[in-house]
């Protein structure tokens, strides 16, 4: 039971350049997420889904875009990256009926630098 | 808008040391507030999720309790492996699913 999987789990990027950070998790979750945590910031929703076929917005979604075409994967995509989007990058998942029972699973990260 | 205050940012204690840590908290219609611990390099771990003011909840040395502004959790005779960022978020109606979290509160335990 691997639970939340993130990849990769560090990354350095050029101004400009995108990419895609990936999450699976196998344990049928229909909530997912995608949070970035900075120093002194902690940690900000960029996008959720409720499940496949339906995201929105959080509450920092400028620069990233995602789609949910299954149940287990949730990939959050970098357009053109900035310097500002350098944050370690957390993908979460629940079953939608329990997340106030339980919280949310968490992934280990992605840690993106930006230069 | 929803917000979330922990307190203190850090705390350093020697073993056995007991103290509390705070998590005050202004929402909407609160449905659930949750404690998560977090190693450096790895994501949160679920700890507690508390519903109404006067619940408790215990796990090992942790003890959190919740009133009608604020959350504690208590650490009791501290070890040096209970050193961790401590972070405290909220469900609230407003937010729906999404949980709104404090800047946490890292917590060092010296032997």
């Known amino acids: 039971n691997a639970g939340v999987t993130q990849t990769p789990k560090f990354q350095v990027l050029k101004t400009g350049q995108s990419m895609t950070l990936q999450c699976a998790q196998d344990?049928?979750?229909?909530?997912m997420s995608w949070y970035r945590q900075d120093p002194g910031m902690g940690l900000r929703l960029i996008h959720y889904?409720?499940?496949?076929?339906?995201?929105d917005q959080g509450e920092v979604p400028n620069g990233y875009n995602v789609s949910r075409s299954t149940t287990e994967d949730f990939p959050l995509r970098l357009l053109s990256a900035a310097p500002s989007q350098t944050s370690v990058y957390f993908c979460?998942?629940?079953?939608?009926?329990?997340?106030?029972?339980?919280?949310?699973?968490f992934g280990s990260g992605t840690r993106l630098t930006v230069v | 808008e929803d917000q979330v205050t922990q307190s203190p940012e850090a705390l350093r204690l020697q073993e056995g040391e007991s103290s509390s840590l705070n998590c005050s908290y202004t929402?909407?219609?609160?449905?659930?507030l949750f404690w998560y611990r977090q190693d450096p390099g790895k994501g949160p771990e679920f700890l507690f999720t508390?519903?109404?003011a006067g619940e408790e909840k215990e796990k090992e040395r942790l003890k959190a309790t919740l009133t009608k502004k604020e959350s504690f959790l208590h650490i009791t005779a501290p070890k040096p492996e209970d050193s961790a960022t401590y972070l405290c978020?909220?469900?609230?109606?407003?937010?729906?699913?999404?949980?709104?979290f404090g800047k946490g509160t890292t917590l060092s335990v010296s032997s």
């Open positions: 889904s409720v499940g496949a076929g339906i995201t």
């Open positions: 978020a909220v469900r609230s109606n407003q937010a729906g699913t999404a949980l709104i």
């Open positions: 979460a998942s629940s079953y939608s009926g329990q997340i106030s029972n339980y919280g949310y699973t």
């Open positions: 508390l519903y109404s």
């Open positions: 344990m049928n979750h229909e909530y």
């Open positions: 929402v909407s219609g609160l449905r659930g």
